[in-house]
């Protein structure tokens, strides 16, 4: 256990396994922002007076649950929906720089939840998961000052695992239902209708190929229904990260979906990776002493079981 | 205690999302279907109770997670053209005025979501929210340009399948007018060749 004392730089104790769970609002708040300013150019024609959406087809977009922030925005000056939208922007920058987080969380969470969840016409999967991702960073995304949300922190880690294996095991599930993605049918149909901004087009012609995306359909189908292993051991969660990482840069390059596929990456990498880490002491400047000792005392105590579970 | 009870909460969310994955499968054969019908539905009967749904939507798992499963489904895209009758110059645009390719793509997913824009009893005609989306879209360009004749169309892309190709029996992608705002006329296949 690297502890390292010093006049000038107090150092604490390594991170606890748990801690790493409070990057998940770091990497979420910059990827929604990202959306957003993406988004910006365009929001008075998605949503407000001026949408090319017609006000009296709304409640058929409306999930049932919640409020809608449309509903809002159509009897209100439009400039609120740009207010709206630079709140959100503040709350996703709080979360990437790690202020306020719980406050910024379910500020978010709520108005992430009026635009994309009460709102269903421009939602689509990438919406949901950062809904998720948001609650998780809402309930373990602080920073833990007891021993007692250390552990709640262990637990969260555990969670957002298990949460990450059940959206993988269903996507998995679902495609092994029907015959498309045992034949290579669906990987090819997929690669071939990309949504605007993908970089990588696949010409048609590599369809003669048909060998290469019957691999490549039942990899992905494998993959999402094996992704639970990565709870087995150290070579089971490289193989299953590294190639479910793989498997999202693919979809980013050749469909066009960045916003999601950085997401999931993301996920994984808080789920997989950033926990089971070296453990290294950090500069402790701006946090309170008394959980560096108290810390320090619980790593040692159980240090021989924590390193096993972490290789 | 309170971590007790928030675990226990945690263990209960992800069954949640077990339960509304199970109720939202689509199952391949009816044999199966039928022999599943109850459990499905009295499942089904629990997760749309209004306390679990509206958790459900605030947690963001409301949804199935079988993204392009059990299949990929069709893409649709649009096409508006703007006449100028005093110039004759035509204006083609591909989406309503959104710039940024993250609108686009949730533009893109709109029109998806309407359900393939065909009902099933009638293969010729559109759904109603699929008529009235048209509708709403040339509504927004004709505001835009009130002195022009628009046209809008929406165009199902179809995907040469690997043993089409391989037969060559289609070798290009098939883009089909489907829909067609103001007026519904008959239209040949296009080829993608020439459409993009």
Redesign the interface.
Same mark, same amino acid.
């Given at each position: 256990m690297n502890i390292r004392h010093s006049r000038n730089t107090p150092y604490t104790a390594a991170r606890t396994f748990g801690d790493e769970l409070q990057l998940l609002p770091r990497g979420i708040g910059i990827l929604l922002w990202i959306?957003m300013l993406?988004?910006?150019?365009?929001l008075s024609?998605?949503y407000g007076p001026h =949408?090319? !959406?017609?006000t009296e087809?709304l409640r058929?977009w409306h =999930?049932?649950? /919640?409020w809608n922030w449309e509903e809002l925005f159509r009897r209100t000056h439009p400039l609120w929906i740009h207010v709206t939208a630079t709140l959100y922007s503040i709350s996703c920058l709080c979360l990437f720089f790690g202020r306020w987080i719980p406050y910024s969380s379910l500020l978010l969470?709520l108005i992430h939840?009026g635009l994309f969840?009460?709102d269903?016409?421009?939602? !689509? /999967?990438a919406? !949901?998961?950062?809904? @998720?991702g948001?609650?998780f960073s809402l309930?373990f995304g602080h920073r833990p000052q007891t021993d007692?949300l250390h552990?709640?922190q262990q637990?969260g880690l555990y %969670?957002w695992q298990?949460?990450l294996v059940?959206? !993988?095991f %269903?996507?998995g599930?679902? *495609?092994a239902?029907?015959p @498309?993605?045992w034949?290579?049918?669906?990987i090819? *149909?997929?690669v071939?209708?990309p %949504?605007?901004?993908n970089l990588l087009d696949i010409p048609?012609?590599w369809?003669?190929w048909?060998m290469c995306?019957v691999i490549i359909g039942i990899s992905v189908v494998l993959l999402e229904l094996g992704y639970a292993l990565a709870w087995l051991g150290t070579t089971y969660r490289r193989i299953i990260c590294i190639t479910t990482i793989a498997m999202h840069v693919g979809i980013a390059l050749t469909i066009?979906?960045y916003?999601f596929s950085a997401l999931m990456i993301w996920y994984n990498l808080c789920a997989w990776y950033y926990p089971y880490r070296t453990q290294t002491s950090y500069p402790i400047h701006k946090s309170s002493l008394e959980h560096a000792v108290f810390d320090a005392a619980s790593t040692v105590k159980t240090a021989p079981v924590q390193y096993k579970e972490r290789r | 205690m309170l971590?007790r009870i928030?675990?226990i909460g945690?263990v209960l969310?992800?069954g949640l999302?077990?339960l509304h994955?199970i109720c939202n499968?689509?199952?391949?054969s009816t044999n199966v279907k039928s022999a599943v019908d109850p459990i499905i539905h009295s499942l089904q009967q629990l997760h749309t109770q209004p306390g679990l749904?509206?958790y459900a939507?605030?947690?963001?798992?409301?949804?199935? &997670?079988?993204? &392009?499963?059990?299949?990929?489904g069709s893409?649709y895209s649009s096409r508006i053209e703007v006449h100028c009758a005093r110039t004759a110059n035509v204006l083609r645009l591909s989406y309503?005025?959104?710039?940024? $390719?993250?609108?686009?793509?949730?533009?893109? $997913?709109?029109l998806e979501?309407l359900e393939g824009w065909r009902s099933e009893d009638d293969r010729t005609t559109a759904p109603a929210?699929a008529r009235? $989306?048209a509708?709403?879209?040339y509504?927004?360009v004709q505001r835009q340009y009130p002195d022009r004749e628009i046209r809008l169309r929406i165009y199902s892309?179809r995907?040469?399948?690997?043993?089409e190709?391989?037969s060559k029996k289609q $070798?290009?992608?098939m883009i089909t007018p489907i829909y067609e705002h103001p007026t519904q006329q008959k239209h040949p296949l296009y080829s993608s060749t020439y459409f993009w």
């Open positions: 959306e993406q988004l910006w150019p365009d024609l998605l =949408s090319i !959406y017609d087809l058929y =999930s049932g649950s /919640g969470l939840h969840m009460a269903l016409r421009w939602a !689509y /999967g919406d !949901y998961l950062a809904q @998720t948001l609650l309930l007692s552990k709640w637990k %969670f298990a949460q059940l959206v !993988y %269903f996507g599930l679902g *495609k239902l029907g @498309t993605w034949n290579g049918e669906a090819w *149909k997929a071939q209708q %949504f605007p901004g048609l012609h369809g003669s048909p995306w066009g979906l916003h | 971590q928030g675990s945690l969310h992800l999302v077990f994955n499968m689509q199952l391949p749904r509206h939507q605030l947690a963001g798992i409301h949804g199935c &997670y079988g993204f &392009y499963s059990p299949q990929v893409v309503p005025g959104l710039r940024s $390719t993250a609108s686009k793509i949730r533009y893109c $997913t709109l979501a929210l009235a $989306t509708k709403s879209l509504n927004h892309i995907i040469p399948s690997l043993y190709l391989r $070798t290009n992608k």
